[in-house]
């Protein structure tokens, strides 16, 4: 990799980037199919890497903006905290939110009106679905392809090697783990052991923050990530948040093309694969 090129991402401008960062979607839209009725499967070859190889990525400094910097810049790449109207006919919506279902955090595909963080170019693909959207704020980066060199050759590499030899699973976990790499949290989680007569007390605290909770009778261990931990913006993580989350980004974008084609019936679809 080019030296001095990707950013390191760290305290409250990493956390703001990785309140957007999410996944693959994992939806069943219709459990079974009529007696009869033929599904036929289709799976992306390498999704993450072919978007790493072909499209732009966020580099150099991030700059903060206050606005709706579109009317002023068409063209500005980068991550957006914006308010978004989700079409209300919208078959299967392609625009993911988290938010807290029964104690849990959960990634869904909402319809309706909401405020999040979005990569530019998954927001100007969902325009295309009647999707809208107003910017708020957000941060802007300069952009290239950074990737093409690092794909091609590891999977040219990949392809002298059987699917039974080492090196062609060495090769495919540098091709498809590189992205998560960048996406590492270097806001830790906790764990600590409480009573049950002070969880309600540290639950409340915490609401937002908890992960999991396991029943240990008369103590509750909880895991959950302390946001008053300051991480100083000159500190060393060897993370960029916006790498990955421009990377799942794009895949979704890949994916969303078949998501509402009336051409195809779609029965499933998770991050790189349909069932029609």
Not at 39 to 55: A, C, R
Not at 143 to 156: A, P, Q, R
Not at 260 to 269: A, Q, R
Request: charged content about 20%; aromatic content about 14%; overall charge negative.
């Amino acid at each position: 990799m080019q030296q001095n090129t990707i950013p390191q991402i760290t305290g409250q401008i990493g956390k703001n980037i990785r309140s957007g960062y999410t996944g693959g979607a994992v939806d069943m839209y219709i459990p079974q199919p009529p007696k009869g009725v033929k599904i036929e499967g289709y799976d992306v070859n390498l999704l993450y890497p072919s978007q790493m190889d072909s499209q732009l990525m966020p580099i150099g400094n991030p700059t903060y903006f206050n606005g709706e910097i579109i009317n002023f810049n068409k063209n500005a790449f980068g991550f957006f905290y914006c308010k978004i109207i989700a079409p209300d006919d919208i078959k299967h919506p392609i625009i993911q939110t988290r938010t807290k279902i029964n104690g849990l955090t959960k990634t869904i595909s909402p319809i309706g009106i909401w405020e999040d963080m979005l990569f530019s170019e998954e927001m100007k693909n969902a325009e295309k679905y009647g999707y809208k959207f107003k910017v708020l704020w957000g941060y802007t980066f300069d952009s290239k392809n950074i990737f093409k060199e690092y794909v091609d050759f590891l999977y040219n590499f990949r392809l002298n090697y059987p699917k039974s030899d080492p090196m062609n699973f060495i090769a495919k976990i540098l091709l498809n783990s590189l992205y998560g790499r960048f996406g590492m949290d270097d806001n830790f989680i906790e764990v600590n052991v409480i009573h049950k007569d002070y969880y309600l007390d540290f639950q409340n605290k915490f609401f937002d923050n908890i992960l999991d909770c396991q029943d240990l009778g008369d103590y509750k261990m909880v895991s959950y990530r302390n946001n008053d931990v300051e991480i100083s913006e000159d500190s060393t993580h060897n993370v960029s948040i916006g790498i990955a989350s421009a990377i799942t980004a794009y895949a979704r974008i890949h994916m969303s093309q078949f998501k509402n084609n009336p051409k195809i019936n779609l029965y499933y679809t998770d991050t790189d694969t349909l069932l029609i």
